[in-house]
């Protein structure tokens, strides 16, 4: 057995990885010498992860179920060196986008990916994406089960699915297996829930049709409980109604949710439970042997329980008061005791958010291998997780995260924006993101306050398409452009945590770039001034309504 | 358009009866060749599928790829077992999804198209999922292995 | 004091195949990366007549387009857009470096 914690590839999955790369390698070389048009050439590129954006071609790297060995992360710090400009962005996705790529050398820079079990396969295009899971999977205290065993089952039968290649539209998948759902499964096209139910059985609630972009909607309950063998069929099942009957003379309208909104969820369940029902019983249903095969992978490392109460974190909690306050947003229970898992920020000061130079990527994955098992996890929130870290590490832990930039005790607060890379990059912008997003972090960068104003997610996109979630930010933020213009538009109240999954409300006319940040300060004074006892922003937002809001904003900017 | 079946590089004859557009052929079910529109219901044929021998399914763009569902519910579950053929926006680059799907000839003018299907199938030596094409997925190969180790064992 | 703010300029724009850079046409019919060699359409009619010459040139670049610029008192030119500014002259913030650890 490898040393990995999770799945790692064995002969089928490297033959077909290497046969993609030869495939697309083929592809290039006849678009390169006239043999495609770039109308033909385009899906090609696009299936493998490969963008054409502002300035250069991008390439989105798929990262299954966000986890990463150490070797895979210095794997993708080299490959950034060598093939784009040393550096990489982490998307909410849990993918890396490298933004500099070029199309000669693509092929090459995925065969080195493939060196290491990865690919970019499926990561844009009209198919089933990157299944996305929780960040703490495998780790987290309130877990019922690893969603990553389910999450690598979806991986391999979406990958070259032979009739899902060409959906009306692109297809999320997300999977979580805790009550407290980090995977935002409710607004993805469609979203995995594990639940035990009253017999002690655990099965997943499908969850189907949410998705943000231009018309943002709250996933609806298709299956409350499906026995997890079932998951394929059930997936096949659904997918094929969507294959047939999306909507395909409207890109706008061809997501899922588009189709289960035009018809309801009764109607789409009767559509997906009619096919299912021929499918169940086929080659689809999962044996205990399969899934015991890839279960076997994600076997949890050998923790043993250890003390809890470390004398020296508790001295240094007294001497430093940010490895206090890092403590406290930074890390999270672990399910073994005298452990805990540690969240690196992506976002410290001033920094575009999400983006890791190669020589950061090697130093986490230097300290991955060090104190957290060489394994390292990719969250939504653009943020690097090591998932195993002893509790007697945590001050090494912190102080070697402290040398790279990466120990702002910030997670969850206001400079852990999540942005989108906006019209830097982008070429379906309207506006930027990045830079708003580092005006923002600068303006509150002073941590003693950031944890007085406590928990409160910003959220940046650079266009109605809401890469950046602005529709679950708590504060979300939409860049749009009026005649040349970067103006932004503010949204009020969204949430993604289960059973809160909330769009939120437009506060008002957009603003001029320049007054973001003033805005972003008026909403948090006005906060402060009307909240409650252990009220977070949002809470106190749900409790006294936008008007006051409105009012302190719209009088300052 | 040239016509290509697998096994030649080369185009082949397109001299059969013309198929019949669905709406027409099931008025007096003449002939044995229909073609169908991507957005027609399938499940009307099967009463009819000992009568045909070729049925031509459409992709008005390559992209639009309803038709594959068509071809595997033909297949998979009507049982399907004529000439199953590909038209419209048909390029080489979709024939390892075309035959996974249970399509056998295919109308192409790509340039290059003959010589692509002959290499189709030798594009990935690995499938995951089961199809009618019944080659055996990752998954079953593995089971294999881990049983037949498990009996080397004992 | 810039001129034409009304873009009637246009030139010639596209990215490169290979590589996927920013390029622009030059009066030779050749792609440059640098603006300042772009060659400029001074109204509608000459506009139309160079983006069908870069699309004619497309052999080596992708979906070429025409882009609205200024031109200054010494004749420099400059995109209308923030979108084009962008392209044509990069990211409005600094990159983190390969080798950094912090940022700056
Ligand atoms: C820079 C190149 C990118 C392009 C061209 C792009 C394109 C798009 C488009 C067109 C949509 C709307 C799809 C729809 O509503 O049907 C979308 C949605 C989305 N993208 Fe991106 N995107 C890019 C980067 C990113 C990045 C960097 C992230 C992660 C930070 C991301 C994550 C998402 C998410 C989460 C959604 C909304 C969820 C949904 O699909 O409903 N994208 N993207
Ligand atoms: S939200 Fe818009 S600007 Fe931002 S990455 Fe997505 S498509 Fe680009």
Known sequence: MPDAHFYSYDDFDRRLVAERVEQFRDQVRRRLAGELTEDQFKPLRLTNGLYLQLHAYMLRIAIPYGTLSSRQLRKLAEISRKYDRGYGHFTTRQNLQLHWIKLEQAPDAIAALAEVDMHSIQTSGNCVRNTTADHFAGAAADEIEDPRVWCEIVRQWSTLHPEFSFLPRKFKIAITGSPNDRAAVRVHDIGLRLWRNDRGEVGFEVIVGGGLGRTPMIGKTLREFLPKDEMLAYLEAALRVYNRYGRRDNLFKARIKILVHEIGVEKMREEVEAEYESMKDSALKLSPDTIEAIAQHFAPPPLRPKRTLVPEVEALKLEDRNFALWLKSNVAPHRVAGHAIVTASLKPAGAPPGDASAAQMEGVADIADAYSYSEIRVSHEQNLVLPHV??????????????????????????????????????????????????????????????????????????????????????????????????????????????????????????????????????????????????RFVDTYRRIGAQPFKDRVYATV | MPLFREGAATPIANDGPAPVPLADWLQDRHGAAVALANTDDVNCLQPHLADLSLIVLHFPKFSDGRAYSQARILRERMGYGGEMRATGGVLQDQLPFLLRCGFDSFESDQKGFGEALMRARTLFSVVYQPTEDGRPTASQLRLVSRRIMATAAE | MAKNLSGDLQVASANRLADGMVVFLDAAGQWTERLDRADIARNKQVADILLERARAESFTVVDPFLVAVIEDEEGRIEPLSLREKIRASGLTFAAIAAEAVRYA
Request: hydrophobic share 45%.
């Open chain 1, 390 to 535: 002893a509790v007697e590490d945590l001050p090494a832990v912190y102080r070697a995260l402290d040398k790279l930039g990466f120990a702002e005790a910030n997670i969850g607060k206001i400079t852990d924006i999540i942005a989108c890379p906006g019209l830097d990059y982008c070429a379906l912008a309207n506006a930027r993101s990045i830079p708003v997003a580092q005006r923002i972090s600068n303006h509150f960068a002073a941590l003693a306050r950031q944890h007085d104003i406590g928990d409160l997610k910003i959220k940046i996109s650079g266009c109605i398409n809401a890469c950046g979630h602005h529709h679950v930010g708590h504060i979300g933020i939409l860049g749009v452009d009026k005649n040349g213009v970067e103006l932004y538009q503010i949204s009020l109240g969204g949430d993604v945590d289960f059973g809160h999954t909330a769009l939120g409300t437009i506060l008002g006319p957009a603003v001029p770039a320049e007054k973001v940040v003033e805005a972003v300060d008026a909403l948090v004074t006005t906060y402060l001034e009307a909240r409650a006892e252990g009220e």
